[in-house]
């Protein structure tokens, strides 16, 4: 029998301009377009194998290893609902066309093979970022089930296409579909045909926008995106101020700043936007606070290292943006990350080495340093651990198709 299989590798992204609020929880519509940077997965990604079988008894997804549930009627069970409805209309439309992802099938398994949308599938995922680091991983996640399904059913989607299904996952996960600058319209219809991820332009257009990932280390449970953007929604007159006069101006301006590789501007509105979503959340009755005292020290030294540059003639030389915890993602040009690295260094003493991936630092490793003209007194240095690592990378590809020999499932479709 042949082996109905596909592996696909799918990116996370980090918004510049933030969604936050839903005005149907269950398709995953949201209240505001969004607009993010995909990072590379050379460094962060979440992999997924999918197969489908006729011997398989039910659905079935392991996450890391461990078995997933598959809930009725949850998101996961919608994606791949939705995912083996794409595949029946594609069967229904090509009765002659029995191709599936790199398997060769001879003409006696046509009628069988016409039929795997009927079959059970196996899922196993991974992502190589530790879940406990707080990084958002359900857009990778979602994003790569998503494909990977797609990429076993040999469907001819579009990653447009495919975005109206991982926005039902998690809606951040439909800017998963895209490398590079990405945009996700609200759209206006209640069915949610309209709500999908377009590419702003492609990591190409721009590849020098390198990010560095401070992780913060975070004591307490914190409010899921979830149900924090619902009680948002709810209680939030700000918000209704954000939606209406605030976003569609920065999706433009944001946009324009892309295309020409404006970092100045692009700079600026990041911030600004990752600002106003921490003030939406903190109009939320009860408040909700994602950033801790380690995250706005980060802040003000950003703005402290801008600040030294612009009053002496220069640009805005980074950007940080924060989402739901206190981690901070600085965007800037590769140039400047150098100094960032050794900023960071000043204030947070780290206890893991730099994992140097663009070979910025010889082998001794980065040592604390601020650029001229920066006053040290903005913030104080904090103890060792309270930014527990720094990932460096850049904007990043779409999701991959990759070899049999990357498959996360045994023979048995057991994980590996
Ligand atoms: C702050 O996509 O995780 O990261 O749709 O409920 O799964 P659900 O929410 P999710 O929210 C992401 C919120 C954010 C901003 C963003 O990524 O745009």
Known sequence: MPVYQATVSAPVNIACIKYWGKRDTKLILPTNSSLSVTLDQDHLRSTTTSRADASFKQDQLWLNGKVDEIKEGGRLATCISEMKRLRREFEEKNPNEPKVSRVLVPAIMHAHLLQISSFHVHISSVNNFPTAAGLASSAAGFAALVSSLAALYNLPATPSELSLISRQGSGSACRSLFGGFVAWQMGEKADGSDSYAVEVAPREHWPDI????????????????????????????????????????????????????????????????????????????????????????????????????????????????????????????????????????????????????????????????????????????????A???????????GPRKLGAEEALLNAEGLPT
Not at 239 to 267: C, G, N, W
Not at 271 to 286: E, G, I, K, R
Request: charged content about 25%.
């Open 387 to 397: 930014v527990k690592g720094l990932i460096h990378t850049r904007v990043g590809d």
């Open 210 to 385: 390198h990010a560095l990932i401070c992780v913060v280390s975070d004591t307490k449970k914190g409010t899921s995106s979830t149900s924090g953007m619902q009680r948002t929604v709810e209680t939030s007159p700000l918000l209704q101020h954000r939606i209406k006069h605030v976003v569609p101006e920065r999706m433009k301006a944001i946009s324009k700043a892309i295309l020409e590789k404006d970092f100045d501007t692009f700079a600026r509105i990041t911030m600004q936007d990752s600002n106003q979503f921490h003030a939406v959340a903190l109009d939320t009755d009860p408040p909700i606070f994602y950033m801790n005292d380690v995250s706005r020290s980060i802040i003000a030294l950003i703005t402290e290292y801008n600040r030294a540059s612009v009053e002496s003639g220069g640009k805005i030389k980074a950007a940080y943006t924060y989402d739901a915890g206190p981690n901070a993602v600085i965007y800037a040009p590769k140039e400047n990350i150098k100094e960032i690295v050794e900023l960071i260094y000043s204030y947070f003493p780290q206890t893991e080495p730099f994992k140097d991936p663009f070979g910025l630092f010889g082998a001794a490793g980065p040592k604390g340093k601020v650029v001229d003209g920066f006053n040290a007194a903005v913030a104080k240095p904090f103890e060792a651990g």
